[in-house]
């Protein structure tokens, strides 16, 4: 149950897959394991949520091969190491499953959703905001609506008094446990948005970015939210810009104002977080956590970008932590509380600068999105190693998936990112990974630019 469970490696000499009895003997101690695995004698007290935004099935056949290849073999044998829980599933969720039915009573059977897609009320294909409310508040919603019900409309901060609904983690707050947020994005993003804030626009991040009229009529952003709706014990990501005041400098990029504060009500949501947490630390890059001794601080804000955190394959290794150390720090931390705890972790990123799974496919870029998804394997194995199968349930998903393909005959070995061995039917080369969105379908002058090899 968990991350400890293993699944024996069938590593062998490449001579060994060409016999009968390699894939017979592999076949046979599957088969026991699953025999002999016991249902849990007891409810989990810690629950960890780790959700890859955009991670559907063919990013994980991806992201399982470049992870093979990082470590220099073939790929297509390697496994990831949410790939070694003992329970998995497709989840086709006609309702909010994940929020409402299972993890809210603390699930009693563990379950590992490879797919989560979920219309949402008044779309056939949802977004961040839709989704996160419905795994995490188990209601469906309207798109690009935080916390509320079918009820909100998009955009119109009127509707949003008396159709608020409460997230697992805030009834786990509730409940007396200790509880945590991990991103790779803005920590008032969609997704991490969704587990304490009720809002009619996904956008609202600060009261910058709302119209005069949301404002008039009471409504709050999302970073106050942040602060003032419930008490989050962790708080791991990007979003320092919308905490502070109008051209407040950025501790890492002084020089650089397009980076400065944006509020306009002229407060410091940092130094409110700090001075009503007894206990509370803050910090803003790599250095600053790994400084913070895990039995000394009951509250950590560590916001390490203004906006969205880089990409893995462009973080500052020396700046900014990765979010396998920044779920470690989390863990640590709330593992403390004898009641335990709820932890999300979010892989996903916004196409600029830096992004992340979801954000890497939506601009076309395959090898950045299957890097976060490989350190979000990496951020589930190291949860794995620091808690107990015995009291903590672990569960990997994601809320949608995206139109990325990979395929084309390649033999076995070829770099993920590397072409088909044939020509298409306009003679040129392609790629074995195709987008139906991104810069990879454009057709100018009647045609496509000729593919080659990635740098």
Known sequence: ????????????????????????KGARRRLELALA??????????????????????????????KGQLAGGSGEESVLAMETFPHMALAKVSGAVLGGTLLLPLLETPLHPSCFQTYT????????????TAYLCGVKANAKTL????????????????????????????????????TTTRVQHASPG??????????????????REALRDGCKDIAYQLVHN????????????????????????????????????????????????????????KKGLD?????????????????????????????DPSIVEMTEKAIRILRRNPNGFFLFVEDDHIPRAGGRIDHGHHSGRAKQALMEAVMLDRAVARAGELTSPADTLTVVTADHSHVFTFGGSTPRGNS????????????????SILYGNGPGYSIRDGARPAASLPA
Not at 56 to 62: D, I, N, V
Not at 121 to 132: E, K, L, N
Not at 148 to 160: I, N, R
Not at 417 to 424: C, H, S, V
């Open 121 to 132: 009320i008044d779309r056939q294909v949802p977004d961040s905001a839709g989704t996160g």
């Open 291 to 319: 400084a913070v001794k895990d039995d000394s601080v009951s509250h950590l804000m560590g916001l390490f970008e203004p906006k969205d955190m880089k990409y893995e394959l462009n973080r500052n290794t020396s700046t």
């Open 37 to 66: 695995l016991q249902p849990a004698a007891q409810r989990a007290k810690n629950i960890i949520l780790f959700m890859g935004d955009g991670m559907g099935l063919s990013t994980m056949s991806a992201a399982r091969i470049y």
């Open 230 to 285: 419930t008490d989050i014990n962790v708080i791991l990501g990007g979003g320092r810009m919308y905490m502070t005041p109008r051209q407040t400098p950025d501790p890492e990029y002084p020089e650089d104002p397009d980076q400065n504060g944006t509020r306009k009500d002229g407060r410091d949501l940092i130094a409110e977080w700090l001075s009503a947490k007894q206990g509370a630390h803050y910090v803003w890059d």
């Open 416 to 431: 993920i990112f590397g072409l088909a061995p044939k020509k298409a039917k306009d003679r040129q080369a392609y790629t």
């Open 1 to 24: 149950w968990g991350c400890t469970w293993r699944l024996p490696a069938l590593l062998s000499p490449p001579d060994a897959e060409k016999t009968p009895a390699y894939w017979n």
């Open 147 to 182: 916390g509320l019900s079918g009820a909100a409309v998009y955009g119109k901060c009127h509707t949003t008094f008396g159709n608020e609904v409460d997230s697992v983690l805030h009834r786990a707050r509730l409940a007396g446990k200790s509880v945590g947020i991990v």
């Open 194 to 211: 969704a587990a304490y804030a009720h809002s009619a626009s996904r956008g609202w991040y600060a009261d910058a970015n709302m119209p």
